[in-house]
């Protein structure tokens, strides 16, 4: 079992950056593929970028690509998500999620395990 907290979250205005964390517990992170997901209100949630166990596979939801970029260090537990870029659409609470053997990094309901998520508000 793992347990994921989310930090980095905040107000930015269109244009700024953030760069998001996802502290994992326990000494087995580097066995799950991990990916963040964001949902807005009166939305539902959708996948953002997902990561592969060595850090060596990336994926992006079109709407981030060329912006966002997820990294992994397995050394210290933690999945980062740098967002550059950030338009008023981005804004949402993200998620990290985890999982050990993913089929679909874009499938939020193949995932495992669920941090509480961090909210990022981009003003126009």
């Known amino acids: 079992q793992v347990q994921l907290v989310e930090s980095g979250g905040g107000l930015v205005q269109a244009g700024d950056s953030l760069r998001l964390s996802c502290a994992a517990s326990g000494s087995t992170f580097r066995t799950y593929a991990m990916g963040w997901f964001r949902q807005a209100p009166g939305k539902e949630r959708e996948f953002v970028a997902g990561v592969s166990l060595s850090g060596s596979h990336t994926y992006y939801a079109d709407s981030v690509k060329g912006r966002f970029a997820i990294s992994r260090d397995n050394a210290r537990n933690t999945v980062y998500l740098q967002m550059n870029s950030l338009k008023p659409e981005d804004t949402a609470v993200y998620y990290c999620?985890?999982?050990?053997?993913?089929?679909?990094?874009?499938?939020?309901?193949?995932?495992?395990?669920w941090g509480q998520g961090t909210q990022v508000t981009v003003s126009s």
């Open positions: 999620a985890a999982v050990r053997n993913i089929r679909d990094y874009t499938t939020g309901d193949n995932y495992d395990y």
